[in-house]
């Protein structure tokens, strides 16, 4: 597996001391995170389950003995690295990036929603299509069916900077509709808009998964754990939750990726990126701004400029 | 021993309704049913809730005291069913009673069903449950294809029974199905852990590099205390009009940091060693049981896939 000889060669050339990558999980369709030196690099897998953000635990990893943390690095987890970067996170010589093109990853609330109870123990991918096999069923079905929603209108299969890349770096994918599922509830008179989201908030159980998967999450003490003042509620009424969601879409506004880790990871399968979705869309609108595509761009959220939109100032 | 036709099945539901503010699965977790006999699924969230709700009006201070009838709970799993008993035990049988708790959980009425299918994720037979574990039900159904078997578990089970009238003696023929899908269903269940042997390590664990290990990939959420049938920490906070608690989890950091600023648990390895220590090392020294039944959602659900079971073999294999 080129993978796994082309990490072995950079433990060996001493590039990197240490690596941020996948292994297989534990439950068919699943991968885990995984952080080796070069014993461990016979565990390395990377297809279509390795979803979770990787970019999070380079927050936690720092160098040993001056020798740089490598990082599996698909599309969505270079670009929070990126924008980790702009918001001094991260010093970039202590990172080894190693890209791989990002083949699309499945989100398991999609197939659970599928197999209904059924146990899959096998999957095989026949171009745009994958087949789920378990005990007495077979189930074959469309991509779009099983992908993650963020991965369906990702643009950027393979980040925009790397150390080094496994395969060949993907072009940019030309997405016409990405923000057809915001437009969607748009189009929606307010009182039914206001009956969707109270049937996907109204399931917050509080977990946090969401925001403890979120590259973006960072915060010492997330504004939710504040508690002299406490802002509002801890428990599970509903705009209580509704005003956690709403204020952790605002506080990744202009930072979020698209990466789709804290849909993927809500146990209750609540559609998150519906609004980090929107707010990128109104970020790209108001400040021409697409976040982690480049190192050199401030974030608009710290950036003042004259011709900055400022309508609300009257 | 009787047996129900499918076809009477919501004459059951609906008799039943007559007593109990009755509450089936949905995918989501347990919903009052209404007027459609629920499919007998098991719910991504365990009952618990029901009896000890996330969010929950201890006493309000205009007066209004809340107010609740008897809750029914029909189609709960095996492991449920032991999950709210060994609540039942944390709550009322240890040094202190939980009136809130003690009031719901005993007004209630819990009909278990067996699962015919275990899945590959379940483990409740490490903790001496099975796919066919009646414990902490008052009635037990087995579906056997034409109808379900119903058992009376518990004397309120058999009161509530002997008078509903649509019952029938089952034939043998029915009773050797059961045997045989008990017999196919128990046959999954495969190599289990005894828990004592378990409780046993982690008395000599505390300083594992285990727990150093784990955090690495942990996220700290609270996903699977919340989807476990059997944590039930919990946090009291003063509202508007009212003293609520809610649901709190050992996996956060606010769980145990102080006023002065300290954090006795300051780094994810001391809060997942809480978790697992508290699980299967302190809750088996207090009641001789661990504080687990093998459901498998914090398994299925984890984001980052840490697989308890995996865990449990390491501790046996380390300690």
Redesign the interface.
């Known amino acids: 597996m080129e993978l796994r000889s082309r990490i072995r060669e950079l433990f060996q050339k001493g590039e990197i001391g240490s690596l941020i990558g996948y292994g297989r999980g534990t439950l068919p369709l699943s991968a885990r995170p995984i952080f080796i030196t070069e014993g461990g690099v016979d565990q390395l897998i990377f297809d279509i389950t390795c979803g979770v953000n990787l970019a999070k635990y380079l927050l936690r990893k720092k160098p040993i003995a001056g020798q740089k943390v490598g990082i599996i690095c698909k599309g969505c987890d270079g670009r929070a690295i990126i924008q980790y970067l702009t918001e001094g996170q991260l010093n970039r010589e202590d990172v080894y990036i190693i890209g791989i093109s990002c083949p699309g990853m499945i989100d398991p609330n999609r197939v659970r929603e599928k197999v209904r109870g059924r146990v899959v123990t096998n999957y095989q991918m026949n171009g745009e299509e994958i087949t789920l096999s378990g005990d007495g069923f077979q189930l074959t079905l469309p991509r779009e069916d099983l992908l993650s929603r963020s991965c369906l209108r990702c643009r950027y299969p393979s980040p925009p900077i790397y150390d080094t890349f496994i395969g060949s770096p993907k072009d940019r994918v030309e997405i016409q509709d990405e923000y057809r599922s915001v437009a969607e509830i748009e189009s929606l008179p307010a009182a039914e808009r206001w009956n969707y989201f109270q049937s996907e908030f109204g399931r917050c159980i509080r977990c946090y998964a969401c925001r403890n998967s979120c590259p973006f999450c960072y915060c010492d003490v997330c504004f939710v754990d504040q508690t002299n003042p406490q802002w509002f509620g801890k428990g599970v009424e509903l705009t209580d939750t509704i005003i956690f969601h709403l204020v952790r879409a605002l506080h990744t506004a202009g930072r979020c990726v698209d990466c789709g880790s804290c849909e993927r990871a809500c146990p209750m399968g609540i559609k998150l990126t519906l609004l980090s979705k929107r707010m990128e869309r109104e970020v790209r609108e108001r400040f021409d701004y697409i976040p982690g595509l480049s190192v050199e761009e401030t974030p608009p959220m710290a950036a003042y400029r004259e011709d900055d939109p400022q309508e609300f100032i009257q | 021993m009787r047996k129900l036709l499918k076809k009477d099945l919501p004459r059951l539901i609906e008799w039943l309704k007559t007593s109990y503010l009755l509450y089936g699965p949905t995918e ?1 977790g347990f919903a009052p049913i209404a007027d459609h006999t629920p499919e007998l ?2 719910p ?2 365990p009952p618990k809730g029901i009896f000890f709700p ?2 929950q009006v201890l006493f309000r201070y205009d007066g209004k005291v809340p107010k609740s009838k008897g809750i029914g709970l029909f189609g709960v799993r095996p492991c449920d069913a032991k999950g709210l008993l060994i609540l039942n035990r944390i709550f009322t049988q240890g040094p202190y009673r939980d009136n809130y708790w003690q009031d719901q959980y005993q007004s209630g009425i819990i009909i278990g069903i067996g699962c015919n299918q275990p ?3 379940c483990f409740c037979h490490w903790f001496g449950i099975g796919p066919f574990g009646k414990e902490g039900c008052d009635l037990f159904l087995t579906d056997i294809g034409d109808g379900f078997l119903i058992e009376a578990v518990s004397k309120k089970g058999e009161d509530l029974i002997s008078s509903f009238d649509p019952l029938l003696p089952p034939t043998d023929q029915d009773l050797k199905r059961r045997d045989e899908i008990v017999a196919r269903a128990e046959a999954q269940l495969k190599d289990g852990i005894d828990p004592k042997l378990i409780k046993e390590r982690l008395d000599n664990l505390w300083e594992s590099p285990i727990w150093g290990e784990l955090a ?2 942990c ?5 699977c ?3 476990c049938p059997t944590c039930h920490c919990f ?1 009291i ?1 003063d ?1 508007e009009k009212a003293r ?1 608690r ?1 649901w709190d ?1 050992c996996l ?3 769980f145990t ?1 102080e006023a002065s600023g300290h954090n006795p648990r300051p780094e994810i390895r001391d809060r997942l060693r809480q978790r697992i220590m508290h699980k299967f090392n302190y809750l088996y020294l207090q009641y001789k049981e661990a504080g687990c039944v093998g459901c498998g959602r914090c ?3 984890c ?5 308890l ?2 865990l449990m073999r390491r501790i046996l294999d380390e300690g």
């Open positions: 989501y699924i098991t991504i969230r996330q969010y899945q590959p994720t690495e990939r996220l700290s959420c609270a996903l205390t919340y989807l946090d906070q509202e609520v809610i989890s956060f950091p606010l940091q398994v299925i659900f984001p980052v896939n840490l697989d079971r995996e």
